[in-house]
């Protein structure tokens, strides 16, 4: 009795290896192998890309950090001015209450001096500050398009 089982068996099993055999692999693995030739059809191309996206970054980190290094500088120019126009004005309170002839026009001067300064620091902070939104602007096209690219091909 023990050898009837085994006789039915046999023949099931060949024919799971006869329907496998014709369907192939499953399909999982047919995606996996097709993206893996495509990875190493392209892999010079995709390593040579990276490196262009990373000299666009580098290039585009230094415009950035020179911006804000002049955003910086700005910014204590524009301090320094109003430290000095408060200076002054309170010089100028001092004054108006000498009776100098010469002093009140001279310190006039000096705020009106020092007004446009930091009236200039903060124009020039303004438009600095105005263009962080085009920070990294041709790296991100970059990858976008090569994203598309690559979601187009697989």
């Not at 002054?88 to 002093?103: E, N």
Request: hydrophobic fraction near 50%.
């Amino acid at each position: 009795m023990t050898q009837q089982p085994e006789e039915h068996a046999a023949p099931v099993d060949e024919t799971r290896a006869d329907a496998q055999a014709h369907l192939g692999p499953p399909p999982n693995d047919l995606n996996l192998f097709a993206l893996l030739r495509l990875l190493r059809s392209a892999g010079r191309a995709l390593l040579a890309q990276t490196a262009l996206h990373g000299q666009l970054a580098r290039v585009e980190w230094a415009e950035e950090r020179n911006r804000l290094l002049q955003m910086l500088l700005a910014t204590l120019f524009g301090f320094a001015c109003g430290l000095t126009l408060l200076l002054l004005c309170s010089t100028l309170v001092l004054v108006l209450s000498w009776a100098t002839p010469y002093r009140i026009p001279a310190l006039l001067g000096l705020l009106l001096v020092h007004g446009l300064g930091c009236a200039a620091a903060w124009y020039r902070f303004r438009l600095l500050a105005a263009r962080s939104s085009a920070s990294f602007a041709a790296t991100r096209e970059e990858l976008a398009a090569d994203l598309a690219l690559l979601k187009s091909r697989l």
